[in-house]
């Protein structure tokens, strides 16, 4: 990621944070303000892609789908991974180099 990327970015967080609409016109305020030189293309791509998002709900829940989906496929997978069992130990004794004599950095 680019300096100037960097800075749009950044310049979005505080709008977001102060509760202000991210447009395109105040990360440019932004960036010039604090002295980084940004092509005028990217005002507009970081603008639209944040347009009707709330980057502070987007941050607070970066990993919550996944931390609740862990839970349910727990449980109800625990019937699946008992049938699993016997063919992950036909697995192993298949793909065993022992038997040959030799290992992988022998």
């Given at each position: 990621?680019?300096?100037?990327?960097?800075?749009?970015?950044?310049?979005?967080?505080?709008?977001?944070?102060?509760?202000?609409?991210?447009?395109?016109?105040?990360?440019?305020a932004i960036t010039k303000a604090a002295g980084v030189e940004v092509e005028?293309?990217?005002?507009?791509?970081?603008?639209?892609?944040?347009?009707?998002?709330?980057?502070?709900?987007?941050?607070?829940?970066?990993?919550?789908?996944?931390?609740?989906?862990?839970?349910?496929?727990?449980?109800?997978?625990?019937?699946?991974?008992?049938?699993?069992?016997?063919?992950?130990?036909?697995?192993?004794?298949?793909?065993?180099?022992?038997?040959?004599?030799?290992?992988?950095?022998?």
């Amino acid at each position: 990621m680019s300096i100037a990327e960097k800075a749009i970015v950044y310049a979005a967080l505080i709008l977001a944070d102060d509760n202000v609409a991210i447009t395109a016109d105040k990360l440019e305020a932004i960036t010039k303000a604090a002295g980084v030189e940004v092509e005028s293309i990217y005002f507009n791509l970081f603008a639209k892609a944040f347009e009707g998002k709330d980057l502070n709900e987007l941050l607070l829940n970066v990993g919550s789908s996944a931390g609740a989906a862990a839970p349910a496929a727990a449980a109800g997978g625990a019937a699946a991974a008992e049938e699993a069992k016997p063919e992950e130990k036909a697995d192993e004794e298949e793909e065993s180099d022992d038997d040959m004599g030799f290992g992988l950095f022998d």
